[in-house]
């Protein structure tokens, strides 16, 4: 019988046999060390946004706000809507800008027209003649005077003739009380809801509202041709009063348009300003509204605080400036020499208005695997002002991931 190779020498089978079972291990040893390290292998960069530095960032606000009461600022066709302490408060005969509103919706009526008419009673005689003693203002009228729409709503709202709030109630919904009840039912539906009514003409400190409530209600009222045409006069011509003139400062003076103003001794001095002006070709119109103003007469305060909310409301228009090299975030893969600040490459600008309030500013960085060079773009920088900016951001500094190697160490 013939013996094999292997039956010959067996020392020489079981060496070869050690040999191959050492390089398997060793084959299988590497294997299961690379398998563990592939996670490790083209890591993904890490990223960190500086909030801070984009809260630092953002313009600062400088609407001039008053020193007591509360306050609010609308631009409608920028979409502004800020307010100061929007508390509930006394309007005074701001209450009349939902007089004419109820009034005109319930008859509406165009330049020109006249609208139905009123003989006044001696009732009427008597109620002029009381508000006049309980210091309220009111229009002179007489017995058999006729008044129409339009007359009562000039002088409702240049003279603020509180006579004539209870005459448009009367001829809007038969009584002051069911006119009252339609003028919160009209504030219900319109979304005022700080706002309640106690009477038409707002001598009742029940008739509350807030600064932005009011703002919101005047550029409402506003829309109306035959309104813009009343508030903006500074005297008015009726029937048997003559010539009145208007209690809302600066009509006709700064751009101001109207609207309303009113006081009372726990309301203060209380004013709805419309102030006209330019965005480019455009003509806008600011509505700065302040309740509860103090000292002199106090229409004279409210009128001067509401003057300088609006001029500074129209004043918020700048062109800002973010400088080249401000960090707003970091980049990289762990370790002070594997990460990189991250800022702008060159200084950036845009223009925003300060009275919108905040700038929505965020950042977004990208994710890498391999070296990042120095001004290498890493991501951007989302700013939405008057317009929507992407400005990028790039890395300070060369940076490279760890080598195997050194996170082995």
């Known amino acids: 019988m013939t013996k094999s190779i292997s039956d010959k020498n067996p020392a020489r089978r079981g060496l ?44 600062k606000t400088s609407l001039a706000w008053p020193s007591v009461g509360s306050a609010a600022v609308v631009i409608p066709s920028l979409g ?102 339609l003028m919160n039912r009209t504030a219900s539906l319109l979304g005022l809801k700080g706002t309640h009514y106690a009477d038409a003409s707002g001598f009742d400190d029940g008739s509350v509202s807030t600064a932005l409530d009011q703002g919101e209600l005047a550029a409402l009222l506003m829309k109306s041709p035959l309104v813009r045409q009343i508030v903006d006069q500074t005297s008015v011509m009726l029937p048997v009063a003559g010539n009145v003139g208007s209690f809302t ?37 600011v509505y700065a509204v302040v309740l509860g103003q103090r000292g002199g007469n106090l229409l004279g305060p409210a009128g001067d605080a509401a003057l300088a909310l609006a001029q500074s409301a129209v004043q918020s228009d700048h062109v800002y400036t973010l400088q080249a090299g401000s960090p707003y975030g970091a980049i990289g893969w762990g370790g002070s020499a594997s990460t990189s600040l991250v800022g702008l490459a060159q200084p950036v600008q845009f223009s925003w208005w300060t009275a919108r309030g905040a700038i929505s500013m965020s950042v977004h960085l990208q994710n890498f695997t391999g070296t990042i060079r120095r001004g290498q773009r890493v991501g951007w920088l989302r700013v939405r002002a008057n317009s929507t900016h992407r400005f990028a951001l790039v890395v300070e500094r060369t940076i490279s991931p760890l080598t195997l190697w050194q996170r082995l160490r």
């Open 16 to 59: 070869w046999l050690r040999f191959i079972s050492m390089a398997l291990g060793l084959v299988i040893a590497g294997a299961l060390i690379i398998g563990m390290q592939l996670p490790l292998l083209n890591r993904l960069s890490t990223s960190q946004v500086f909030t801070d530095a984009l809260r630092s960032a953002q313009p």
């Open 80 to 181: 502004v809507r800020r307010a100061w302490r929007d508390e509930v408060l006394p309007i005074a005969s701001l209450t009349k800008l939902m007089t004419a509103f109820v009034t005109l919706k319930k008859l509406p009526l165009a330049l020109g027209q006249t609208g139905p008419c009123v003989t006044i009673t001696n009732d009427d005689v008597a109620t002029y003649e009381a508000m006049k003693l309980s210091d309220q203002s009111s229009v002179l009228v007489s017995e058999g005077e006729s008044l129409c729409e339009v007359d009562l709503l000039n002088g409702l709202l240049v003279h603020s003739a509180s006579n004539y709030a209870t005459l448009l109630a009367t001829m809007v919904s038969g009584s002051t009380d069911n006119f009252v009840a």
């Open 249 to 285: 400062p600066y009509v006709g003076v700064d751009n101001v348009i109207g609207v309303k103003s009113g006081r009372t001794a726990d309301a203060g001095g209380c004013d709805v300003m419309a102030m006209t002006f330019q965005v480019g070709s455009s003509t806008r119109i």
